[in-house]
């Protein structure tokens, strides 16, 4: 029980690091949030991402190339230009690391308005910090784990920031429904999204790319949005008018 808990709880915290910070506001700044809230949200992307840190300027780049040729051959991960998942990963793999040691630079449309934070940026890229964040997975397996077939779980702990984004662009562009024609493949694969907290709505997305509301329809349901409007009651964050 320890374990599912601590592997639903990575699962989701992770998520919502993605969705929030790397998404909603890396991306399309949805919502503004001042300095020291920024830098409290980069922190916990770093611990709850941990050994599969994605850095913000990488993500925001390639994230505004997939929007700007969504289901094109320039589209950074559409699923209708590979075999599978795993070499539509690897693909993408291969560009952000590009764009995150500067190999190559991205067009100015997608260049700026992102968080930076070269310290942040360094520890979670480093070796030493995936290594160490692997480390601690396998340590708690081997403290709590009850059953063999619990390690199974290990490389998800691994690979989760990957992996979410994956499940989302390989989805999110076959499997579904279309509430819009947005003249690409993007579908909503799940009306009520608590599996992926709001990021399998890609068409309603695609359609409305500033809402912060990923939901469109009466009966949809976006987990993170109600999150959101808390943290703007709060005036931790505040939401743009769209």
């Not at 764009?99 to 067009?107: A, G, S, W």
């Not at 942040?120 to 784990?145: K, T």
């Not at 979410?164 to 499997?175: E, F, L």
């Not at 808390?230 to 005036?235: E, F, G």
Request: proline share 6%; charged share 15%.
């Amino acid at each position: 029980m320890i374990i599912l808990i601590f592997f639903l709880c990575h699962w989701f915290l992770s998520l919502f690091s993605q969705t929030f910070f790397l998404h909603r506001y890396s991306s399309h700044k949805m919502f503004k949030m001042e300095p020291f809230w920024e830098k409290f949200f980069y922190l916990v992307l770093l611990i709850s991402q941990g050994s599969s840190f994605l850095n913000p300027r990488a993500y925001a780049i390639l994230h505004r190339m997939h929007h700007a040729y969504s289901d094109t051959e320039k589209d950074p991960h559409s699923p209708h230009f590979f075999k599978d998942v795993f070499g539509m990963m690897i693909a993408t793999k291969n560009m952000y690391m590009d764009y995150l040691q500067f190999k190559i630079q991205p067009e100015p449309a997608f260049q700026g308005n992102y968080p930076e934070w070269p310290l942040v940026d360094r520890i979670g890229n480093s070796w030493a910090w995936r290594l160490a964040c692997g480390l601690f997975y396998i340590g708690f397996y081997v403290m709590f784990a009850n059953h063999w077939w619990l390690f199974i779980l290990l490389p998800i702990h691994f690979l989760m920031g990957p992996l979410h984004g994956a499940i989302v662009n390989w989805c999110g562009h076959k499997y579904g429904y279309s509430n819009h024609d947005n003249e690409d493949h993007s579908k909503n694969s799940l009306p009520w999204d608590f599996l992926l907290m709001g990021e399998l709505f890609q068409n309603n997305h695609h359609k409305k790319p500033n809402s912060p509301n990923f939901a469109s329809k009466w009966w949809e349901f976006d987990p993170t949005y109600p999150v959101m409007k808390v943290l703007h009651w709060m005036k931790i964050i505040k939401i743009r008018k769209v």
